[in-house]
């Protein structure tokens, strides 16, 4: 059964940081793309950051470049996403997916397993 599941939300002041986590099973891990995408209430879902585990390719949102940074970790399964300066309006439900293509997009269709989320709140 393929599982993701991600941990370290929470709610933190503008400026600080916060470090996710998203740890699979079920898949194998580095035939995967994976994905962080996050949801703000009333907005659609966007892609945030992404890597391709088969050649550590990068992806970003233009407006968490310089902020973020996405990496992944084989032995453990698990892709983490540290964010730092964080803003207001980085609030929102952040979900982590896997792409058996293994592209790597901030596109949501190319995801095909997806995580529960976790909440991150940024107060100003």
């Known amino acids: 059964e393929v599982q993701l599941v991600e941990s370290g939300g929470g709610l933190v002041q503008a400026g600080g940081s916060l470090r996710l986590s998203c740890a699979t099973s079920?898949?194998?891990?580095?035939?995967?793309?994976i994905g962080w995408f996050r949801q703000a209430p009333g907005k659609a879902r966007e892609g945030v950051a992404s890597?391709?585990?088969?050649?550590?390719?990068?992806m970003y949102r233009d407006s968490v470049k310089g902020r973020f940074t996405i990496s992944s970790d084989n032995a453990k399964s698990t892709v983490y996403l540290q964010m730092n300066s964080l803003k207001p309006e980085d609030t929102g439900v952040y979900f982590c997916a896997a792409d058996s293509g293994d592209v790597g997009t901030l596109r949501s269709v190319t995801y095909d397993y997806w995580g529960q989320g976790t909440q991150v709140t940024v107060s100003s």
């Open positions: 890597i391709s585990n088969g050649d550590d390719y990068t």
């Open positions: 079920g898949f194998t891990f580095k035939d995967y793309a």
